[in-house]
Every structure is written in C-alpha cells, then in structure tokens.
C-alpha cells in the first residue's frame, strides 16, 4: 500500500491504530532494510512554486515519535490539487532547535497521488518529553517550520500537562478569531473533538461562503477539508503544538449513524449502500488532511479510536462516537430535528453509541489505567440534558441511555475519569450522575463542555436557561465561541473556559469567561 511506503521510507511505518505504545522494533528494522534499496520517484519537472499552501502539522505524539503531516497543494480547487499526478519525492528534517542547527532525524517520503499527495511521516527515535521543530522539501522549496513535542517516558510521573481542547469551525458561521490567540497559549498538546470541517453547501451573505460545492465523494471532501486548511491562522495553531484529532458529523454529514445518513429510511439497501461510498470517501479526505498515527482507510470502515497517555499523570481516550452507533431513535426520521419526544426505542438494551469492540476496548483500558486522570475526548454531551419532562436530544448521550449506563459503571472504578466534549456550539461544566438519566442524583463524572471555534447556537438564552436551571449543570454559556484551556497535575485539573469577543469579525480580543477546578477524588467541579 502506497501509504505505507511513503511511511516506511520516512524511516518506520506507520502503526495502524497504535495505542500510546509503539512495539514491535525488530519488525520494523527489518522493514526498514526491505525498503532502503527502494528508490525515490523523479522530482517532476513542472510543479508550481508553492506546493504548502496548506501548512504543516504534527500529532498523536508517542514518548519516543510524532507524527508530522502536510499535503502538497498548489490550488485547492483544481482536481489534482494543482499539483499533477505524479507521486512526488518530499524530504523532512526534525531539529532540536528553530534554526535547524541541530538536525537530529530527517529522511525522505512520498507523496502520493492516491492520496493527495498527503504525508504522514512518522519521526522516530526522538527523546521523551522535548520540544523539536521540523520542515519538510520538495526540491528547492521548503515548508513553513512547525513545531512539535513527545510526551514524557510511560513509565514517567510528571508534575503537569496543558492541553487545549476545541471543536466545531463551521465557517460560514464566523470567523476564527480563536485561533491567534490559542496560538499564543502555552500548552503541550490540542484536541480537537470534531466538526473540524461542515458539508453544507456554498450560503451566500454568511461570514466565509465556500467556494466548494456541498462534498459528496472523495473529491469534493478534499476540496472543501483544503479550503478549512488554507486559513493562516489555523495553520498557526497546528505549526505550534501536536494535534490529537477525532471527527464528529459534519466530516461526513450531518447527524449521520453507522452507514445511514440523517433522516434515512432504515430498509432501504441502496441508501445504506450509497451511504457507505461517500462516507469512504470523507474517510479518506479526513486522513490526508489530518496528522494521525494511523494508515489511511480503505473503504468505508475506518478504525480511529486510539490512546494518548502524558506518563502516569494522564491517559486519554479518543472516541469515535459516530462511526457504529445506532441510529438516532425516536426523532431520527426528520432531518435535523435532535431534540423529539422520548419512546420506547430509546431505552433498548441492544442501542449502542460506540459499537461492542471500541465499547470493549475503552473498557479493557480503563480497567488496566495506572493514570491519575482518564480523560475520555468525545463528541457529545454524555450528562442528562432534559430538554423538559418526556423530551430528549437523541443525538447526543441521552438517546443512548443503556449504553451510557454500561460506561458509567466503568468509569466508576477508574481514578479521576473526566469527560471532554464538542458538538454542541457551548460552553459548560455538567455531571454525568449516579442514575445516568436522572440529574437530580449524585455526581460520578464530571464533563466539561468545550464550545465551538466558530460555529453558532442559535436559541443560546433559551439553553441557558433551560440547561442553567437543571441540578447536574454547574455552568452554561451559550454565547460566545472560544477554546478550553486544562492544566492538570496530580492534585486538579483547572479549565479555564477562554471565549472571544465576536465571530462576527476577523480579529477579536479573548478573555476568561470561567475558571473550573475539578480536585483529585471529587467528582463536583468548583469554580476557582
Ligand atoms: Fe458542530
Ligand atoms: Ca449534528
């Protein structure tokens, strides 16, 4: 397979659904030495002058390596990216230092057509716990510099992580004026939780109309995932600190579930079948535009959820609560219509948010976790949100009551469990309680809620309201956009809620809306 060539002559492959840690070294020596005899393909003659209109990033860092990614683009909107199609020869080079005086792994990779001549490099061999920058070259053009970090040795107990998490940029509803500003912010490591791109159509009279069509294949995700990356300021963000990245919906479309699309009538094959082809296809769009530890897709079943761990200190649970979950009940056959009257459907025993094996897999991992703080990094609201008496959100975790029971009674026995949310456009701090489904019970889990980078809550004072009043919801702003900031160390983990001013504008200052602690042991969040 192309993308592991291109891995594999980058100095090591790249591990498929690797967990926070990479085994396996003889084998990959050996691959290794299979490949050095295999040569580079020929620089093409006639490629344009700017191939990193698309920037650099890094992510899912390892104790001992990173992932580095770029896609060569020269225009977004033409088929071939403006690039040909040829496979083209990319160098890399990591250094201990911006100025690159200190190189201290470099190699060459492909990239190739298949894959929009995207490049996942896998930098190995590196030190835990340091800062490195890296570039890569095509010919005599060189990338912009990003820099990037490993985490510290598994077995290690550090004193602190910072970690940002965000989610949700739908441009046309605003503009990144986040982004700068989480640029500035000291912290180790972002996630980002999903809605990373929307497949809507081109809106006229909103903030950023696309000028890609609404994307149903493999080319049209591609179009629209490069006209997110080509934005300077988002670029910024990801030259600066690894990224760790789950998808939600819109990567696909919108409220979508297993292999039906929103509002799909669940017997019909051909609609499951059609379905399928285009989700493969954003699949695909989605890793070669993103710096995941993972081999690309080959078709629509696609295996993301993954672990990230800081030491002993904290280990992360990457979810993928789109891919296997049930359909939507009760309220699912009206496009957009989330919220609907609770039936029967709901309560089944058999409904499931994230299918058996990641449900077995989270489990296995909670259950073996020596970490002070097991952070899971998913889409939606997992607290009760009764939106009011026999009404529910049947998108989010209240439309899966069993299933979210079943994780409850895991996170029960773990150290400090956290739950850290996208999806919904605001910001909170809630519990996920003893009875699940009854807010009015003790706090077990506590959730921060992270709002969107540009995307709108339009009933924002009806939802503060509604939420605000409810006894597991400790805070609720629902009108303004930012990031979360989390600074944890063995005794607490801080969540400074950071918002900006407007959307509404390219530029806008940023402030601290909240400040919530959660203390080692307690499952109630305190303000600061
Ligand atoms: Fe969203
Ligand atoms: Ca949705």
């Known amino acids: 397979m192309a993308g592991v060539v291109a891995a594999a002559l980058a100095g090591a492959g790249a591990a498929a659904c690797s967990d926070d840690d990479s085994g396996g070294e003889a084998a990959q020596q050996a691959e290794e030495d299979s490949l050095n005899s295999e040569s580079l393909p020929p620089l093409p003659t ?11 990033a890094s992510g899912d860092p390892v104790s001992d390596s990173v992932i580095l990614w770029t896609r060569l683009v ?20 990591v250094a201990t230092d911006r100025m690159f005086d200190e190189v201290v792994a470099s190699g060459d990779a492909v990239a190739d057509p298949a894959l929009g001549h995207s490049v ?24 912009p510099i990003g820099r990037t970090r490993t985490t ?27 982004y700068p500003h989480l640029t500035e912010e000291d912290v180790d490591l972002v996630f980002f939780l999903g809605d990373y ?4 159509p081109p809106i006229d009279g909103t903030a950023q109309p696309y000028t890609s069509p609404a994307p149903t294949d493999l080319n049209g995700y591609r179009k629209r995932w490069a006209e997110y990356k080509g934005d300077p300021a988002l670029q910024g963000a990801h030259a600066q600190f690894p990224w760790v990245c789950t998808w939600d919906d819109h990567e696909v479309a919108n409220n979508y579930a297993d292999d039906l699309p929103d509002g799909a009538v669940a017997t019909d094959q051909s609609v499951r079948d059609e379905f399928l082809q285009r989700r493969a296809g954003a699949y695909q769009a989605f890793y070669e535009h993103t ?31 789109r891919q296997y979950r049930s359909d939507q009940a009760c309220a699912s056959t009206s496009v957009a219509a989330d919220v609907g009257p609770v039936c ?48 529910a959100n049947f998108d989010q975790w209240d439309g899966y009551p069993a299933a979210r029971r079943r994780l409850v009674d895991q996170l029960r026995e773990v150290s400090n469990p956290v739950v850290i949310t996208g999806d919904i456009h605001l910001s909170a701090v809630a519990t996920v309680t003893d009875d699940p489904d009854d807010p009015a019970t003790d706090p077990v889990v506590p959730e921060l809620v992270g709002t969107s980078i540009s995307s709108s809550f339009p009933l924002a004072d009806a939802i503060e309201a509604l939420a605000g009043a409810l006894p597991n919801v400790e805070y609720i702003n ?31 200052d940023i402030a601290t809306g909240a400040t919530w602690v959660l203390a080692d042991g307690d499952p109630l969040p305190r303000t600061a």
């Open 120 to 143: 996942h490099v896998d930098a190995s061999a590196l030190e835990p716990d340091s800062w490195y920058w890296y570039r890569f070259t095509v010919g005599d053009r060189t990338s």
């Open 478 to 508: 629902a009108q303004q956009r930012g990031y979360v900031l989390c600074t944890v160390t063995p005794d607490e983990m801080r969540a400074e809620y950071r918002l900006v001013g407007t959307v509404g504008a390219p530029e806008a």
């Open 74 to 93: 020269a225009d977004p909107m033409a088929d071939d990216g403006g690039v040909g199609t040829a496979p083209i020869p990319v160098g890399w080079e």
């Open 344 to 391: 029967a459907e709901a309560a089944e025993d058999t409904r499931t948010m994230l299918g058996d094996e990641q449900e077995q897999w989270l489990g296995e991992g909670l259950a073996d976790s020596e970490a002070a703080w097991n952070v899971l990094a998913q889409q939606t609201v997992m607290s009760a949100l009764p939106f009011a008496e026999g009404l």
């Open 291 to 321: 710096p995941v530890r993972l081999d690309p897709p080959e078709g629509p079943d696609y295996r993301i959820y993954r672990r990230v761990s800081w030491g002993k200190l904290a280990k992360f649970y990457v979810l993928d609560g």
């Open 197 to 200: 791109i929307y497949e809507e």
């Open 46 to 56: 006639d490629l344009p002058a700017e191939l990193f209109v698309l920037g650099v």
């Open 152 to 178: 510290p040795a598994s077995n290690s107990e550090p004193d602190r992580l910072r970690f940002a998490f965000a989610s949700c940029q739908n441009r046309q509803n605003g503009y990144w004026t986040a």
